[in-house]
């Protein structure tokens, strides 16, 4: 005599279909907790949006930051959006502001005879986004990016590297700006 197999699976399979069912509704009721899936449309940047940098404070000593960070910043947001600047503040749909809170250069390598060969620039903006019209930010953090560069003994050519990783660092640190802003939650 044999015994068939068939109800025994169809029982597995029923049992199955009721676990995921059940993982569905908790799920479902777990995301009306706040919970949402990252770049949801409040904050999403459209192409047709406008946006305002402002002035990024500065509470380093660098004197040319400032003018890199929103430059790169305002380059970013139009390279991968297409986002536009306004001529003002109140124009624009988005207002990004800024303040520079680090800016180090550290040596990182060293030649053979122990002399520095080559610096890394760390800098470090908390930046707020609002949409026209709130007051209250829809998105706020602090971004951080790092660029190495080579030291010249011309102190022309070491100070061209410095600002030219300076420039590096700000682009990498607008980029992540974009991003943390569209995958926040």
Same mark, same amino acid.
């Given at each position: 005599?044999?015994?068939?197999?068939?109800? *025994?699976?169809?029982?597995?399979?029923?049992?199955?279909?009721?676990?995921?069912? *059940?993982?569905?509704?908790?799920?479902?009721?777990?995301?009306?907790?706040?919970?949402?899936?990252?770049?949801?449309?409040?904050? #999403?940047?459209?192409?047709?949006?406008?946006?305002?940098?402002?002035?990024?404070?500065?509470?380093?000593?660098?004197?040319?930051?400032?003018?890199?960070?929103?430059?790169?910043?305002?380059?970013?947001?139009?390279?991968? #959006?297409?986002?536009?600047?306004?001529? +003002?503040?109140?124009?624009?749909?988005?207002?990004?502001?800024?303040? *520079?809170?680090?800016?180090?250069?550290?040596?990182?390598?060293?030649?053979?005879?122990?002399?520095?060969?080559?610096?890394?620039?760390?800098?470090?903006?908390?930046?707020?986004?609002?949409?026209?019209?709130? +007051?209250?930010?829809?998105?706020k953090g602090t971004v951080q990016a790092t660029?190495?560069?080579?030291?010249?003994?011309?102190?022309?050519?070491?100070?061209?590297?410095?600002?030219?990783?300076?420039?590096?660092?700000?682009?990498?640190?607008?980029?992540?700006?974009?991003?943390?802003?569209?995958?926040?939650?």
């Amino acid at each position: 005599m044999r015994i068939s197999a068939a109800p *025994l699976t169809a029982k597995r399979h029923a049992v199955f279909l009721a676990a995921c069912l *059940l993982l569905c509704l908790f799920a479902g009721a777990i995301s009306g907790c706040g919970y949402r899936f990252a770049g949801s449309a409040e904050n #999403r940047i459209r192409p047709d949006d406008t946006v305002w940098v402002s002035f990024i404070k500065n509470e380093t000593a660098s004197t040319i930051a400032q003018t890199a960070l929103r430059r790169a910043v305002l380059d970013e947001l139009h390279a991968m #959006r297409g986002v536009v600047p306004t001529g +003002t503040k109140e124009e624009a749909d988005i207002q990004i502001s800024g303040m *520079l809170t680090g800016y180090t250069a550290m040596a990182v390598s060293y030649s053979s005879i122990d002399q520095v060969k080559e610096y890394r620039i760390r800098i470090s903006v908390m930046f707020e986004a609002k949409r026209k019209g709130e +007051t209250k930010p829809f998105w706020k953090g602090t971004v951080q990016a790092t660029q190495d560069y080579p030291i010249f003994s011309d102190l022309a050519l070491q100070s061209y590297a410095s600002d030219a990783a300076l420039v590096a660092a700000s682009k990498k640190l607008a980029e992540k700006l974009v991003i943390a802003i569209e995958s926040a939650y």
